[in-house]
């Protein structure tokens, strides 16, 4: 596939953080250690703190944020849920003719976003077209996951099949480029394909 970091350009830099990535996932790592692997050589590298580059649409120099902690946080949160979302998914396909239901499982706390409290319970089958767009994490810093289940597990606690829900699309407005494009409502622009 591609991995991608915003404003590094420079293609050792990606490995390098790309690499950071691969080890936090295969080794567990903590956002802690991988910021403490990772933050120096971003910083001998140049790639931290403020900095000045060429933005690619009028060529102008432009003063931009490059490294920061909160960006490594950003890094480090979005690749590792969505690994795990792919092997999650991977292993759902495995099973789903034991285990052929999808929950939605939001942490409904304050800071849950008001759609992904809504797909709250919501059991699906595994094959149904809504998790093509909305299989979590469905943004920035989401904490939604799912729960595979079975004919059995439906019993057991009590769940009903739901009807699927309407999928409404919104616009998102591209502030660099102004392009317009649609998105489903409740899903951050990038996490839906």
């Known amino acids: 596939m591609a991995f991608t970091v915003a404003k590094a350009m420079r293609l050792d830099l990606l490995e390098d953080i790309r690499n950071a990535v691969e080890k936090a996932i295969s080794e567990g790592t903590t956002f802690y250690q991988f910021k403490k692997d990772l933050t120096p050589i971003l910083k001998k590298k140049g790639w931290w703190g403020i900095g000045h580059e060429k933005d690619p649409l009028t060529g102008e120099m432009k003063k931009v944020q490059l490294g920061s902690n909160r960006r490594l946080e ?33 942490v409904n706390d304050e800071s849950t976003r008001p759609q992904h409290k809504a797909w709250h319970g919501l059991v ?39 009807k699927t829900p309407k999928v409404e699309m919104r616009d ?3 502030n660099r480029t102004g392009e317009i494009t649609k998105v489903p409502k409740g899903i951050d622009a990038g996490f839906c394909l």
């Open 172 to 174: 998102y407005i591209n």
């Open 74 to 106: 950003i890094i480090f949160d979005t690749n590792l849920k969505t690994a795990h979302a792919f092997g999650r998914w991977e292993r759902y396909q495995r099973v789903k003719k034991q285990r052929p239901y999808i929950r939605y499982v939001a």
């Open 124 to 162: 699906l089958d595994i094959d149904d077209k809504f998790w093509d767009t909305h299989f979590p994490p469905n943004g920035w810093f989401c904490r939604c996951n799912t729960q595979q289940l079975s004919e059995r597990d439906l019993i057991r606690y009590g769940y009903k099949l739901s």
